[in-house]
C-alpha cells in the first residue's frame, strides 16, 4: 500500500520541484552561456530530493529512471511536443537532424539469426572494403559472433557503428566461401532529399523527407540540376515530412518567394515576436509550382507549404496536414541528456495559427488522426470542413486556420495500402525479405535494367513470382492462397516496387511508383 503510494505521489512532487527549478534556470539564463539549463552551481531541490530518495528509500531506484518519471511527468502537462531526451538517446536523435552518422554503410536485415547485407551505399566505407549485396557477417572483430545468435538488429548497429578513420573487421560468408575484411569507418550521409528527377520533359520532382541541417544544400543542388535539364515546372513532395530545422524550410521558401515576402513568424509568452523574411533572389520564383502534403507532412512542412498558399505561390494538393505548429528548442541538461522545449507558435504570413487544439490531453491529441479516418475526411472531400478562422489571400482565395493547411485540391488516401496481408508483410519484412532473394536469383537480369523506367516496362511480375510469393509468406505465417484478384494484383505491382527500391534505394522507388501515385497524376493535370 505504501509502495503505492509512493507512486503516485513522486511524479507530482518531482513535477512541482522541477518547475521551480525550471523558473529559476529562465531567470538566470541570461547569465549564462550556451543552451545549458539549470546550470547553477547551487544545488537544487530537485537534486536535493533526488539524493534523499537515493539514500533513504526503503528500496533501491535508479537515479536515471527518477529523472526520466519526472520529466516525462512535468512535459506531459504542457503540451504534446515538449520532450525529455535521455543522455543515452540523444546521439541518435540530433543525427536525425545532423544528417549523417559514423558507421560502415550498409543496409542489412536479419534472417534465420543471420545478418544479410541488404544493400551497399556506394561510394561508402564497406563499397571501398569489397562488401557485396548478399554477404552475410558471421563474427565482428574475431570476438564478438553475431551469427546464429537471437541478436537483436540495435545491437549490430551498435557493434558495427564507430568513430569515422576507427577500423573494424568483419568475416563473412559469400557463397560458401569464408572471408575477412577490414573496414574503415566513415561519415555515413543520411539524404533527405529523398529524390529529384524530370517526371516529365519540362517537369520536375523534388521529395524531401525532413528538414535537417543540410536539406537546403541538398535541394538547392537538385534544383540546378533540374533547371540544367530543362525544369519549367516543378512538384515538391513533402508528404511524409514531419518537419525539423526551421531555417532550412525558410531558406527553400526564400527560393520561391520574390521581394522581401514574409514567411513565416513565431511568438510565445516569453519569446518576442521574431519574423523570417525573403533575404535574396530565388532560382525559381516564376515557374508553376506544386507541393503535396498529407496528414503526416508537420511541422516545418507546414511552415513552408503554408508559406506558398498564403501568397499563392504554389497549388496545395492532398490532405490536411498534421497541424504542428509549436517551436521547440532544445536545452542541454548537466547529466548529459536534454529537454527539448516548447517556446513559441508559428504563423503563417496571413496569420494563420498551424497548431491544432490540445487542450483534451495527449491521448485525445495523438488519436486525432485516427479521427480524421473514421469520419471520412481523409477519403471523401465533401467532409473536410475547415473550421477554424477564414483568411483572404493577395489573389483572393480562401484558406484557414484551425491547424494544418488544408489543400487547394483533394485526394482522398489510398485505401489498398490498408490490406491486412500487405501491412503483415510489412510489418514482418516480409516483402522485403522475398525481393532481396529474388535479387540475388537472378542479379545479372536486374542489373540488366539501367534505369527505373527499363524495370517499370521490361519486369512486370507474375505467376511465377507470385507462386514464389504465396510460398515464401507461409513461412512468415501469412496466407496468401485466398488473396482477391485485387490484393493480388496489388501484391505483384509491390514486389515491382520493391525491386526498384532493392536497385536503386529510394530514388528508384518513388520513380516507379510516381507512375501510379494519384497525387502526382493530379499535380501533373493542375500543372498543364
Known amino acids: 500500500m505504501g509502495n503505492n503510494k509512493v507512486k503516485v505521489w513522486l511524479p ?3 513535477s512541482v520541484v522541477m518547475v521551480l527549478g525550471m523558473v529559476i534556470g529562465y531567470q538566470l539564463r541570461d547569465k549564462t552561456q550556451g543552451s545549458r539549463f539549470l546550470t547553477i552551481n547551487k544545488r537544487s531541490a530537485l537534486q536535493e530530493l533526488v539524493e534523499l530518495i537515493r539514500n533513504k528509500y526503503v528500496d533501491p531506484v535508479k537515479v536515471d529512471s527518477i529523472t526520466q518519471i519526472t520529466a516525462d511527468e512535468l512535459l506531459s502537462r504542457l503540451d504534446p511536443h515538449s520532450v525529455y531526451i535521455p543522455a543515452k538517446d540523444l546521439m541518435e536523435v540530433n543525427e536525425e537532424l545532423m544528417g549523417n552518422f559514423q558507421g560502415i554503410g550498409v543496409e542489412f536485415q536479419l534472417l534465420n539469426d543471420t545478418v544479410h547485407v541488404m544493400n551497399v551505399m556506394k561510394g561508402g566505407p564497406s563499397e571501398k572494403a569489397g562488401i557485396m549485396v548478399g554477404d552475410r557477417l558471421i563474427k565482428v572483430d574475431d570476438s564478438i559472433v553475431i551469427a546464429g545468435k537471437k541478436i537483436k538488429p540495435d545491437d549490430v548497429r551498435a557493434i558495427l557503428r564507430g568513430p569515422a578513420a576507427s577500423k573494424v573487421m568483419v568475416s563473412l560468408l559469400r557463397g560458401k566461401e569464408e572471408k575477412k575484411v577490414t573496414i574503415q569507418r566513415g561519415v555515413i550521409p543520411v539524404p533527405t532529399v529523398d529524390v529529384s528527377y524530370m517526371i516529365t520533359p519540362e517537369t520536375g520532382f523534388i521529395r524531401i523527407n525532413r528538414f535537417g541541417e543540410p536539406t537546403y544544400e541538398e535541394f538547392m543542388q537538385q534544383l540546378e540540376k533540374l533547371q540544367a535539364q530543362g525544369m519549367k515546372e516543378l512538384v515538391l513532395d513533402l508528404r511524409g515530412n514531419g518537419g525539423g530545422l526551421l531555417k532550412e524550410a525558410t531558406d527553400i521558401a526564400d527560393e520561391f518567394l520574390d521581394g522581401d515576402k514574409l514567411i513565416v513568424y513565431t511568438e510565445g509568452e516569453h519569446m518576442p515576436k521574431m519574423e523570417y523574411r525573403c533575404k535574396r533572389d530565388g532560382l525559381f520564383e516564376k ?4 507541393v503535396l502534403v498529407d496528414e503526416t507532412s508537420a511541422s516545418a512542412s507546414e511552415v513552408l507549404s503554408g508559406a506558398l498558399q498564403d501568397w499563392d505561390r504554389a497549388t496545395i494538393i492532398g490532405r490536411r496536414s498534421f497541424g504542428k505548429g509549436l517551436v521547440q528548442q532544445q536545452f542541454q541538461l548537466s547529466d548529459g541528456s536534454a529537454v527539448r522545449l516548447t517556446i513559441a507558435r508559428y504563423f503563417t504570413p496571413l496569420g494563420r495559427s498551424i497548431q491544432k487544439a490540445y487542450d483534451k490531453g495527449k491521448t485525445k491529441y495523438e488519436e486525432e488522426l485516427v479521427n480524421r479516418w473514421h469520419n471520412g475526411e481523409l477519403v471523401k472531400a465533401d467532409t473536410v470542413k475547415p473550421s477554424g478562422k477564414s483568411y483572404k489571400t493577395p489573389g483572393g482565395k480562401m484558406v484557414y486556420g484551425g491547424g494544418g493547411i488544408t489543400p ?26 522475398f525481393v532481396y532473394r529474388l535479387y540475388l536469383q537472378d542479379t545479372q537480369k536486374f ?8 524495370l517499370y516496362k521490361q519486369f512486370n511480375p507474375g505467376e511465377n513470382e507470385w507462386q514464389q510469393l504465396v510460398a515464401f509468406a507461409a513461412k512468415d505465417s501469412i496466407r496468401l492462397n485466398g488473396a482477391s484478384a485485387k490484393d493480388k494484383s496489388l501484391l505483384l505491382k509491390t514486389i515491382q516496387l520493391m525491386m526498384a527500391r532493392q536497385i536503386w534505394r529510394t530514388q528508384g522507388y518513388y520513380e516507379v511508383q510516381n507512375k501510379t501515385d494519384q497525387a502526382i497524376i493530379k499535380a501533373l493535370e493542375v500543372l498543364k
Do not use: E, I
Request: proline share 2%; charged share 25%; net charge neutral.
Open 447 to 454: 542489373k540488366s535494367y539501367k534505369t527505373p523506367d527499363d
Open 408 to 433: 487547394d485540391v483533394f485526394v482522398a488516401y489510398d485505401t489498398s495500402k490498408l490490406d491486412t496481408a500487405l501491412t503483415a508483410m510489412y510489418y514482418k519484412s516480409t516483402m522485403n525479405n
Open 287 to 290: 515557374g508553376k509550382l506544386v
Open 12 to 14: 507530482l512532487m518531482f
